[in-house]
């Protein structure tokens, strides 16, 4: 592809260099006439629609839900500041932006460097934001650099597939600052930048891994003053006051259940913040933007009891006035813990239950035990704490008998939202590898999650899926005890308004048909297909 920057390492960085230097030339100007100007940017992506399937326009009006602030982009605007460039954190959904959207404002900011982040499911739509920032006249000579949870697992396959000019494979706090080192002739070559892979004349290079490298106190937080608090609004049911923001105070997860990207074969290493400084950070967001509530994204917020403790403690004496939500798994919490918890301003926890039984548990390498989802949802409920529990429907090994105990476990359960989540084989995961080799993949894989992308053996069609999901829906969410208790518990409009708009939300669900094949190595074409649903 002509368009793309090749880069020569092995060569000094000369003005003079014409085909090979990395562009744009600004950045080599000694000394420098003005800052590295970045511009990151989220893809155009609708989640809720692509995501969920679900559609948010009710009442003739397009509501914006399902996002929280791209915490990624905020920590490299929070490293380009301090190395003294220029940075924009655009996050398209919330905005509301097409591509058209995001290309002029990239544009009119004249950046140096265009930075993206690509989720697997959002794969097409990054794909299509770099080709069209290539093709922009104005924006034709930045360089163009791609990162997130896709790069992580498909590597140097990202930039076959994608015209960027280099791919950090990792967290990129310590890479984005080596590679403004480069263009300051810090460092003598790409070589040097590491956890990149990049383009040179005849090769896409890898350089040394940086993953996990230090600790997180040493990284900081995000520029919070790149973010508009009043755009975020996630799913209704999943926050109680505003302005809210997400936090997350660890990265990685010591668990290996073989369904999850976290425990992938490119999971970052554990490590957390320390709860002093979280706190910190807390009082500063709250002085500074209002925050009222924090969703923690920790993928275990509530991993180690005297860390939580610690938190706990340290909101009561800074008397901070906060609500809070966090994820936790079912074998790791206690009485104690969780009331704790809520007397600090926990008010949702998050399970991860999977299934309805210890068969699929156990094949999951979950490591937790249907008795342990049943008292953690008791002690809980005794906290004062809502649940919202997600199941997984669709399994390798499952069968639509099977499925159904999940519904029946989760309906036993009674969270307060359940989410019925069909399986999807996240690549780079053990459960992934293993799809693969069934050749029980279909070929709409990565289209989106809304539809079923692997047919266990026990499901006649992914449509038979598809109805297990609604019918979990239904059966869960439109039970008049659950609707009468929720009635019963709405103190708000504002609450009552939010019910409405999610039962909404699930009434639209599934409403697409959608044609599926064996995913097979032409299925990309659509030439080749074994059999057609
Ligand atoms: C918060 C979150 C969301 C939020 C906000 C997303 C956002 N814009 O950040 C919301 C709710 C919108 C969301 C939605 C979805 N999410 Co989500 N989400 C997360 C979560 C819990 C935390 C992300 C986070 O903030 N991490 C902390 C920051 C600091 O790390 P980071 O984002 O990875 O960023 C670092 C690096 O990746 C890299 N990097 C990131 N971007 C860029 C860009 C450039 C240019 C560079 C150089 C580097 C770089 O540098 C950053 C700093 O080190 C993760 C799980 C996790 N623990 O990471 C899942 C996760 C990212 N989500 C996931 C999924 C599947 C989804 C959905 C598809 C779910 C759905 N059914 O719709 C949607 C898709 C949304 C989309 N736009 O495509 C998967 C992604 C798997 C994959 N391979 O793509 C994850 C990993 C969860 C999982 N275990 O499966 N998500
Ligand atoms: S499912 Fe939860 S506990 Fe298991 S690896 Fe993923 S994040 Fe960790």
């Not at 490119?266 to 924090?294: C, H, T, W």
């Not at 669709?394 to 008998?401: A, S």
Request: neutral net charge; charged residues 25%; contains cysteine.
């Amino acid at each position: 592809m002509s368009y793309l920057h090749l880069i020569d390492d092995t060569q000094k960085p000369t003005a003079s260099r014409d085909s090979f230097r990395p562009t744009p030339l600004s950045l080599w100007e000694k000394p420098r006439t003005r800052p590295i100007r970045v511009f990151l940017s989220t893809v155009p992506y609708d989640t809720m629609k692509l995501g969920y399937g679900i559609n948010t326009k009710t009442k003739n009006k397009k509501k914006i839900y399902g996002y929280t602030p791209p915490l990624g982009l905020g920590m490299l605007a929070r490293v380009s500041k301090e190395y003294g460039a220029e940075v924009i954190v655009n996050d398209a959904g919330p905005l509301g932006d097409d591509y058209d959207d995001v290309i002029a404002k990239a544009a009119a900011f004249k950046p140096d460097i265009v930075g993206f982040t690509v989720f697997t499911s959002n794969f097409a739509q990054a794909l299509e934001s770099v080709e069209r920032v290539r093709k922009h006249p104005q924006l034709k000579d930045a360089l163009v650099l791609i990162g997130g949870p896709h790069v992580y697992t498909f590597r140097d396959k990202t930039l076959d597939e994608i015209p960027a000019d280099i791919a950090v494979y990792g967290e990129a706090e310590v890479d984005l600052h080596e590679l403004f080192e480069y263009y300051d002739g810090k460092r003598d070559a790409l070589a040097a930048v590491n956890g990149i892979f990049y383009r040179t004349k005849n090769a896409i290079k890898k350089t040394e891994e940086t993953h996990s490298a230090r600790s997180l106190d040493n990284f900081g937080f995000p520029d919070w003053s790149q973010y508009d608090f009043s755009l975020y609004r996630n799913i209704p049911g999943q926050i109680k006051r505003y302005p809210m923001t997400s936090m997350i105070t660890s990265r990685g997860c010591p668990y290996r259940c073989n369904f999850c990207f976290q425990a992938g074969r490119f999971a970052d290493k554990y490590r957390r913040y320390s709860p002093e400084l979280v706190i910190n950070e807390i009082m500063k967001l709250q002085a500074d933007y209002g925050i009222r509530e924090i969703q923690f994204w920790d993928d275990i917020f509530f991993i180690n009891k005297k860390w939580v403790q610690t938190f706990c403690s340290l909101i009561k004496k800074n008397k901070i006035d906060l609500t809070w939500s966090g994820y936790a798994r079912v074998d790791l919490v206690d009485p104690d813990l969780l009331k704790m918890a809520a007397d600090c301003g926990c008010w949702n926890i998050f399970y991860g239950y999977e299934s309805g039984t210890q068969e699929m548990l156990d094949f999951l390498d979950k490591r937790a035990t249907l008795e342990q989802a049943v008292n953690a949802t008791k002690w809980t409920k005794a906290a004062g704490i809502g649940i919202r529990g997600s199941f997984m429907v669709g399994l390798p090994n499952e069968t639509p008998e099977k499925g159904r105990k999940t519904i029946e476990f989760a309906i036993a359960l009674d969270p307060d939202y359940a989410n019925f989540n069909i399986f999807f084989p996240e690549p780079g995961t053990i459960l992934y590898e293993r799809a693969i080799e069934s050749g029980r993949l279909l070929s709409q894989s990565y289209l989106g999650r809304t539809v079923p992308v692997y047919l266990p053996e026990g499901y006649s069609s992914p449509d038979e899926i598809r109805a297990l999901q609604q019918e979990a829906f239904r059966r869960f969410y439109f039970r008049p005890s659950y609707i009468m208790r929720r009635l019963i518990r709405t103190r708000s409009f504002e609450e009552l308004e939010q019910y409405y708009e999610g039962a909404m939300m699930l009434l639209s669900m599934g409403k697409t048909k959608v044609k599926y094949a064996f995913h097979t190595e032409n299925s990309k074409t659509g030439q080749e297909s074994r059999n057609v649903f």
